[in-house]
C-alpha cells in the first residue's frame, strides 16, 4: 500500500540553524512528491515538488530537497532557518495513474529566537 | 485574486443534522478535492472529482458525498453526521496536470456533538 511516513512530529530549532525534515514515502513506482508548508489558521502551500530528472529540487522561501530513491526519501532542508518559518510541514505524494494524493502527518517546527 | 474559497469557517452541529460544507475556486481549475485533518493522522483525502460529473473515493469516503455539477463549486455533504466526523476539512483545486500545484482553501472547522 501507498504510505507517506515523516517520523519526526515536532522538530525544534535555532534562528539561524540549518533544517532537515524527513520523509519516506512507499510507492510502487517513481512517485510525484510534493512538500507543503501550513502556517496557524491557513490552508496549505506548495514548497516544492519532484517529478523527475534532477534529484535536488530548489523551492520556494529557500527550501530545497533530495529525492534518493534508493532510501526512497525525500527530505526537506533549509541552509539558515528564520522565525517565520515556524509552521507544519507536510510530505505528500502523488500516485501517477490515479488521481490520488497521500499526505504524511506532519512535523511541527519550532523555531527558537 | 486566484482562490479557493470555503465556507463555512467554523460549524457546530448535533448527532444527524445534515450540513453541506461548500467550496468554490475561480482558477477554472478541472481537479478539486475534500481532505480532513485529525491530530496525529496529518492530511487525508476524501473525495476527489476530475471533472464536471465525475468523482471518485479517496481514502476516507465514508460518511460524505460530493457532487460536481459545475465547474468552480464542489460541495461536500454529511447527510448525517456522527461526532468522529469532527475534523478540520479543507478544499483543494489543481489543473489536469500532476505538474499543476494544489490551491488549499482555509479550512472549515466542524465540530459534531
Known amino acids: 500500500a501507498q504510505s507517506v511516513t515523516q517520523p519526526d512530529i515536532h522538530i525544534t530549532v535555532s534562528e539561524g540553524a540549518s533544517l532537515e525534515l524527513r520523509c519516506n514515502y512507499s510507492y510502487g513506482a517513481t512517485p510525484y512528491l510534493f512538500w507543503y508548508v501550513q502556517s496557524p489558521g491557513q490552508g496549505l502551500q506548495l514548497l516544492l515538488k519532484?517529478?523527475?530528472?534532477?534529484?535536488l529540487v530548489q523551492g520556494i522561501k529557500g527550501f530545497e530537497a533530495e529525492f534518493k530513491r534508493s532510501q526512497s526519501s525525500f527530505n526537506l532542508r533549509k541552509p539558515s532557518v528564520h522565525w517565520s518559518d515556524a509552521a507544519e510541514y507536510f510530505c505528500a505524494v502523488g500516485a501517477s495513474g490515479t488521481y490520488k494524493y497521500i499526505f504524511g502527518t506532519g512535523t511541527r517546527l519550532k523555531v527558537l529566537a | 485574486e486566484a482562490q479557493v474559497t470555503q465556507n463555512p469557517r467554523y460549524l457546530i452541529t448535533v448527532t444527524g443534522k445534515k450540513l453541506t460544507v461548500t467550496c468554490s475556486q475561480n482558477?477554472?481549475?478541472?481537479?478539486m478535492s475534500w481532505y480532513r485533518q485529525d491530530p496525529g493522522l496529518g492530511l487525508r483525502q476524501i473525495y476527489y472529482?476530475?471533472?464536471?460529473?465525475?468523482?471518485d473515493k479517496g481514502d476516507v469516503p465514508e460518511g460524505y458525498k460530493v457532487s460536481r455539477k459545475e465547474k468552480r463549486n464542489f460541495p461536500l455533504i454529511l447527510e448525517s453526521p456522527s461526532p468522529n466526523q469532527t475534523s478540520l476539512y479543507f478544499c483543494?483545486?489543481?489543473?489536469?496536470?500532476?505538474?499543476?500545484?494544489?490551491?488549499f482553501g482555509n479550512g472549515t472547522r466542524l465540530t459534531v456533538t
Open positions: 519532484y517529478f523527475s530528472g534532477d534529484t
Open positions: 482558477m477554472n481549475h478541472e481537479y
Open positions: 483543494a483545486s489543481r489543473g489536469s496536470t500532476w505538474d499543476s500545484p494544489l490551491h
Open positions: 472529482s476530475m471533472n464536471v460529473e465525475v468523482t
